[in-house]
């Protein structure tokens, strides 16, 4: 499965649509309003976005992928008031002080420093702007299979950089001198084994899993009733 083709199936899915639409809301969109989605990917979100500050507002979708850009900007071609970016959040192609709202939906578990991406939007922030911060923690997925505990430490060991990036959202936005407005967790219980794949392509990571020494050949997900959860911070700061 290509990464578009599983971001496409995690936001159709239902915990996909639900913690997004919560994540929405807490952006408290308005008309006019410029807003900014770090790693935005192959422009997912960005509809949304633009219907919430209405054509009067700016949208800039910013993605360091250039193939994920040129994604988004096929989609969103009749949107004209969204600008797609290819750049680094580290060091965003932006001027300072002229941003209202931005998001960033599971994007900093990937990047190699995320407090200096906080930075960043404290520097592109307008004074009382919000950020709102989607951002699981892996070592809070928790697999009813006798393969769980090693493809969970393949997970938090091999796939994803900053494993525990959930738990650190607030202290890392605080650090940024941004002031944290609240800090919630969404955690799905899910007992669909292809709902989990859509979420979480678990087929997929444990043969890579096995490959890695992690499970022995034998492992696999079980073909009886099924369950796993997982642990999504969501915290909502603003800038001074």
């Known amino acids: 499965?290509?990464?578009?083709?599983?971001?496409?199936?995690?936001?159709?899915?239902?915990?996909?649509?639900?913690?997004?639409?919560?994540?929405?809301?807490?952006?408290?969109?308005?008309?006019?309003?410029?807003?900014?989605?770090?790693?935005?990917?192959?422009?997912?979100?960005?509809?949304?976005?633009?219907?919430?500050?209405?054509?009067?507002?700016?949208?800039?979708?910013?993605?360091?992928?250039?193939?994920?850009?040129?994604?988004?900007?096929?989609?969103?071609?009749?949107?004209?008031?969204?600008?797609?970016?290819?750049?680094?959040?580290?060091?965003?192609?932006?001027?300072?002080?002229?941003?209202?709202?931005?998001?960033?939906?599971?994007?900093?578990?990937?990047?190699p420093d995320p407090g200096r991406v906080l930075a960043e939007f404290r520097r592109v922030a307008r004074p009382g702007a919000t950020i709102a911060m989607a951002e699981p923690d892996w070592h809070g997925l928790l697999i009813d299979s006798p393969a769980g505990p090693g493809l969970v430490r393949y997970v938090t060991t091999e796939v994803i950089r900053n494993p525990a990036i959930g738990?650190?959202?607030?202290?890392?936005?605080?650090?940024a001198g941004l002031t944290v407005r609240t800090a919630t967790v969404f955690s799905p219980v899910i007992r669909d084994l292809e709902t989990a794949e859509q979420l979480f392509g678990l087929r997929g990571t444990l043969s890579r899993a096995v490959r890695a020494g992690y499970l022995d050949d034998s492992a696999d997900l079980g073909s009886g009733p099924f369950l796993v959860s997982c642990t999504l911070f969501m915290v909502v700061a603003d800038a001074p």
């Open 167 to 175: 738990r650190s959202l607030a202290r890392l936005a605080e650090q």
């Open 1 to 111: 499965m290509t990464t578009i083709a599983y971001l496409d199936k995690l936001a159709a899915s239902a915990p996909g649509r639900a913690y997004k639409r919560d994540l929405l809301t807490m952006m408290d969109l308005r008309p006019g309003q410029t807003v900014l989605d770090i790693g935005c990917g192959p422009g997912t979100d960005l509809a949304d976005l633009s219907d919430g500050v209405t054509p009067s507002g700016t949208v800039i979708g910013l993605d360091h992928d250039p193939a994920m850009a040129d994604q988004a900007r096929l989609r969103l071609a009749d949107r004209a008031n969204v600008e797609i970016r290819v750049g680094d959040a580290h060091a965003m192609p932006l001027d300072d002080g002229t941003v209202d709202r931005a998001r960033t939906d599971r994007v900093l578990q990937h990047v």
